[in-house]
């Protein structure tokens, strides 16, 4: 009886370890869709006053006219946003944040295949020790409706 539960267990795990577990592309050119790239602090250490947060946003599919960026409980903006290209050239926008929602409205439509750093600047916590996720929204020229783009994960460290 136990060689055969043995027997069994064994072909389970020959059978399962021969198919490998996901089949994946690395070309994220092909999205459909815009999407949150990587996050950063600038300085990463905790309760920093006037750190920078960073991440990126990759314009996927259709134009994009308009981010909204939800300010995660505990964090102030102080010194504004700023919005570059994968150039480093600065994107004309106006940028305003009313509660804790940053709205920023492009002069001109952001094009596909464009990559953005959104950069928040003067960035101030009230917590300690934390994982900061900004929810990023998008709209496109010919909706009215705001597209969830996905979730930025800034990570802060201790002293």
Do not use: C
């Not at 920078?52 to 010194?79: C, M, R, W, Y």
Request: hydrophobic letters at 40%; aromatic letters at 10%.
């Amino acid at each position: 009886m136990k060689k055969s539960i043995y027997a069994g267990a064994a072909f389970f795990l020959i059978v399962t370890s021969s198919f490998p577990s996901a089949w994946g592309s690395e070309n994220k050119d092909n999205f459909k869709a815009s999407y949150i790239g990587n996050g950063v602090a600038f300085p990463s250490t905790v309760g920093f006053p006037g750190a920078t947060h960073e991440f990126q946003v990759h314009v996927q599919g259709q134009s994009l006219s308009e981010l909204a960026i939800d300010l995660p409980d505990g964090v102030s903006i102080n010194k504004g946003i700023e919005i570059q290209n994968q150039s480093g050239k600065k994107i004309d926008a106006q940028v305003s944040v009313n509660n804790q929602t940053a709205t920023v409205i492009f002069s001109q439509s952001v094009e596909p295949q464009t990559t953005l750093l959104v950069k928040l600047q003067g960035v101030n916590t009230s917590f300690r020790n934390h994982v900061w996720l900004y929810r990023v929204y998008g709209k496109m020229p010919n909706l009215t409706a705001q597209i969830p783009l996905g979730t930025a994960r800034i990570q802060t460290y201790g002293r």
